[in-house]
């Protein structure tokens, strides 16, 4: 078995040349829609976060949407190594092309969420930053480093959600500067159980995955172990084609069961609930939605929306917040809330087809990306 997972087809160089050519245009495309229900998986994920976060500000409880995160970095890891993983190993890709993809494919909406963040950080309350912080900040965010932990703030809280935006970087220059090396089964199953032992001791120290990341200097540096680990295990359920041996999956199966984690509607102890959704749940979820062949309405959609939400609907939340203020409470709160969750969906919509594909599509031409 070992030798079965290790010899994939995925890690054999691929003969430009070679008479298979049709059977990999084939396989690319049966590819991509084999994974068009992840784009509705990713997008689900998007908006639970975004209810997070608006039920932070607006203070309504939520539970267990900060697992969409989680998500997110098993999520990243299965698709950057189905669309990257043998470009990387034969060589037709170099390393520096792969980061500078990256860079193209995140710096458009991370720059559209900084700016944001600073509109927000300044007119809205709810923040209480001053001039000299939202600066240093702004500065932090663009660089993606956590600048916030030196003013007495969260790592970037000009708009937190930049803290995945961090780590998924991260993940992508440790992943691109090591592709093109092959390892033994047991060497990625060895890393795999030492950064589920290192989540495992973390969680229990902070009693919830939620803060990791972004809550103070030593949750920032747990962080690496939190994508570590999920995003590890993507990269392994593409590798090991784990999604290819399930056989064909109903979509509710994946759907239901995400749902499910992110909503879950009872109150159990956060470090063992956390801990096995991540460590066991979430791959499981990636590994059968990506077996799911049906094509979904509006899945891609979805998948598209889901990022610019992601960076845009915590900074729309806060001036929303201050709207709220300025109206006391002459607008009930849940027509407030309802409002401004479809005007992120709306920003987010604009800005996806105004300014991010624009701008990524110049910059793959500026670049030869493409």
């Excluded at 890690?11 to 990999?24: F, I, N």
């Excluded at 969409?68 to 470009?87: E, P, R, T």
């Excluded at 784990?242 to 999956?249: L, N, P």
Aim: with cysteine.
């Amino acid at each position: 078995m070992a030798d079965e997972l290790t010899a994939s087809a995925f890690r054999r160089a691929v003969d430009p040349g070679s008479a298979d050519d049709s059977h990999l245009a084939r396989r690319a495309v049966q590819a991509k829609n084999h994974f068009i229900f992840l784009d509705e998986l990713r997008g689900i994920a998007a908006l639970s976060v975004a209810l997070l976060h608006a039920s932070q500000i607006f203070g309504f409880g939520l539970s267990y949407a900060y697992l969409g995160v989680d998500f997110f970095f098993c999520l990243s890891g299965f698709v950057i190594a189905n669309g990257y993983d043998q470009k990387l190993k034969s060589g037709v890709l170099p390393s520096s092309t792969f980061f500078l993809k990256r860079v193209v494919r995140l710096y458009p909406m991370i720059a559209a969420g900084v700016a944001l963040g600073v509109l927000a950080s300044l007119f809205a309350s709810t923040a209480s930053l001053s001039f000299a912080d939202v600066s240093i900040l702004a500065v932090g965010a663009m660089l993606l480093l956590p600048l916030g932990l030196l003013v007495g703030q969260e790592a970037f809280a000009i708009n937190n959600p930049l803290w995945s935006l961090c780590f998924e970087m991260a993940a992508s220059v440790t992943y691109g500067s090591v592709a093109r090396r092959r390892f033994h089964l047991w060497h990625e199953i060895a890393v795999l159980v030492l950064l589920a032992a290192a989540l495992f001791q973390i969680v229990a120290i902070e009693g919830t995955i939620g803060p990791v990341g972004f809550g103070s200097w030593r949750a920032f540096f747990e962080g690496f172990v939190r994508v570590g680990f999920s995003f590890l295990a993507g990269v392994l359920i593409f590798r090991w084609q784990i999604h290819r041996r399930v056989g064909a999956i109903p979509p509710q199966i994946p759907l239901f069961v995400l749902i499910g984690v992110l909503f879950f509607p009872v109150t159990v102890p956060r470090e063992i609930y956390d801990f096995i959704c991540i460590a066991i749940v979430i791959p499981i979820v990636v590994a059968l939605a990506a077996a799911v062949s049906e094509e979904r309405p509006f899945a891609g959609y979805l998948g598209k929306l889901s990022y610019p939400l992601y960076m845009v609907h915590q900074p729309v939340f806060q001036l929303g917040a201050q709207f709220e203020h300025f109206a006391d409470g002459f607008i009930p709160r849940l027509i407030t809330v309802s409002v401004t969750v479809l005007a992120a969906v709306g920003v987010a919509h604009v800005l996806s087809i105004c300014f991010d594909a624009p701008i990524r599509a110049y910059l793959g031409r500026k670049f030869s990306l493409d």
